[in-house]
Nanobody, 121 residues
């Protein structure tokens, strides 16, 4: 079994910062890509940022210059540093990992349970 556990969400004022963490654990053979998605009330889940095993990153236009994704490959952990937060960043943030579990031949996507980020004064 594979688990993704997120932490670091909370309430922050506009202009503030938060750091999200997501640790993947279980029977993991290899991780190709990890990333963050978010879903605001009444909206579809959207990409925030991803990082591949070789360190290549991809960001949504709405967060470029404010958010930074990083990865600790040795510990199967991905981070999202969020600065200059805006009310429109309010959402449930989900961790995603595309990985190969031990005993399997293919890569599959796994999701965390989500962590709430609320930006409000």
């Amino acid at each position: 079994q594979v688990q993704l556990v997120e932490s670091g969400g909370g309430l922050v004022q506009p202009g503030g910062s938060l750091r999200l963490s997501c640790a993947a654990s279980g029977s993991i053979f290899g991780i190709y890509r990890m990333g963050w998605y978010r879903q605001a009330p009444g909206k579809q889940r959207e990409l925030v940022a991803t990082i591949t095993s070789d360190g290549s990153t991809n960001y949504a236009d709405s967060v470029k210059g404010r958010f930074t994704i990083s990865r600790d490959s040795a510990n199967n952990t991905v981070y999202l540093q969020m600065n200059s937060l805006k009310p429109e960043d309010t959402a449930v943030y989900y961790c995603n990992a595309r990985l190969q579990a031990r005993g399997t031949m293919n890569f599959y996507g796994y999701w965390g349970q989500g962590t709430q980020v609320t930006v409000s004064s």
